[in-house]
């Protein structure tokens, strides 16, 4: 499981429409992959939450469409997708006591594999315990199957 940090953007948008239009289409302009997005409205205004190929360069498209914003570092995790996926992950979070403030993950080809964003306490210590976790897991399957 590829586990590791990056920025995530949080771009406070005016709920109106073409807003959304006016920040992917600029990211695109940029050339910029995005890796997850959400977006979150209310009456006011949307939060859109993205992470990118790219966090230099959409730091800068950003800025230049002169929109407020956050920076915030987050966990991202290559998941299968497959039932129970995002469960185990919870689970080992949880049994280690990080919390997660919030998630949302890409939706991946039947097979294939999925993005996890992951807002938590402690990034360094969710990232060990979940690696820690893989070799084990991993283990076990290799004492199940007789191989070493």
Do not use: W
């Given at each position: 499981?590829?586990?590791?940090?990056?920025?995530?953007?949080?771009?406070?948008?005016?709920?109106?429409?073409?807003?959304?239009?006016?920040?992917?289409?600029?990211?695109?302009?940029?050339?910029?992959?995005?890796?997850?997005?959400?977006?979150?409205d209310s009456q006011e205004h949307g939060v859109l939450r993205v992470v990118t190929d790219?966090?230099?360069?959409?730091?800068?498209?950003?800025?230049?469409?002169?929109?407020?914003?956050?920076?915030?570092?987050?966990?991202?995790?290559?998941?299968?997708?497959?039932?129970?996926?995002?469960?185990?992950?919870?689970?080992?979070?949880?049994?280690?006591?990080?919390?997660?403030?919030?998630?949302?993950?890409?939706?991946?080809?039947?097979?294939?594999?999925?993005?996890?964003?992951?807002?938590?306490?402690?990034?360094?210590?969710?990232?060990?315990?979940?690696?820690?976790?893989?070799?084990?897991?991993?283990?076990?399957?290799?004492?199940?199957?007789?191989?070493?």
């Amino acid at each position: 499981m590829d586990t590791r940090t990056d920025t995530q953007f949080s771009v406070f948008l005016v709920n109106k429409p073409g807003v959304l239009a006016q920040v992917t289409g600029a990211l695109g302009d940029a050339k910029l992959n995005i890796l997850a997005m959400t977006l979150v409205d209310s009456q006011e205004h949307g939060v859109l939450r993205v992470v990118t190929d790219d966090p230099a360069t959409t730091r800068q498209v950003l800025t230049q469409l002169n929109l407020p914003m956050t920076e915030t570092e987050v966990l991202c995790l290559d998941l299968s997708n497959r039932p129970g996926a995002l469960g185990d992950i919870a689970t080992v979070l949880g049994e280690h006591h990080v919390n997660i403030n919030y998630a949302y993950c890409t939706s991946g080809a039947p097979g294939g594999r999925t993005t996890g964003i992951f807002k938590v306490a402690d990034p360094k210590k969710a990232i060990h315990v979940l690696k820690e976790s893989t070799a084990k897991h991993k283990e076990q399957n290799l004492r199940r199957t007789g191989r070493k």
